[in-house]
C-alpha cells in the first residue's frame, strides 16, 4: 500500500558528493518517520540518517558533518545529500519510511536500494 522509489546512487571518486531521493506514494495519510540506512557487501544494514515529522534529524557517527536528509513533506519526499564521500561509504543505500495510511494502520516501508559506490 505504499511504494517508494529511490534515484540518485552511482559511481563517483572519493571527495565527491551525490544526493538520493526518495518518493512515496500510495494510500498514505500522514508520514512520520523517514530515514536512510547502508548495507555494504558482508555487513549489516546500518542507519545512515534518519528525520522525524517534527523536524528532528539523526545521524550515524560516521556520516555526520558529511551527509544531510532532509525532506518535501507535500512531495512525501525524502534525500540525502552526501558530501566528502569516502571508499567506505560505498554501500547499497535503502530509503525506509512510517507512515499511517488512510486506513489508520501504521505501517512501515523499504525502497528497492540504490548503488553507491566511491572509488579511492
Known amino acids: 500500500q505504499v511504494q517508494l522509489v529511490e534515484s540518485g546512487g552511482g559511481l563517483v571518486q572519493a571527495g565527491g558528493s551525490l544526493r538520493l531521493s526518495c518518493a512515496a506514494s500510495?494510500?498514505?495519510?500522514?508520514?512520520?518517520?523517514m530515514g536512510w540506512y547502508r548495507q555494504a557487501e558482508g555487513k549489516q544494514r546500518e542507519l545512515v540518517a534518519v528525520s522525524g515529522s517534527g523536524g528532528s534529524t539523526n545521524y550515524a557517527d560516521s556520516v555526520k558533518g558529511r551527509f544531510t536528509i532532509s525532506r518535501d513533506n507535500a512531495k512525501n519526499t525524502v534525500y540525502l545529500q552526501m558530501n566528502s564521500l569516502k571508499p567506505e561509504d560505498t554501500a547499497v543505500y535503502y530509503c525506509?519510511?512510517?507512515?499511517?495510511?488512510?486506513?489508520?494502520?501504521?505501517?512501515?516501508?523499504w525502497g528497492q536500494g540504490t548503488q553507491v559506490t566511491v572509488s579511492s
Open positions: 525506509n519510511v512510517n507512515v499511517v495510511l488512510f486506513s489508520g494502520r501504521y505501517t512501515g516501508s
Open positions: 500510495g494510500s498514505i495519510f500522514s508520514i512520520n518517520a
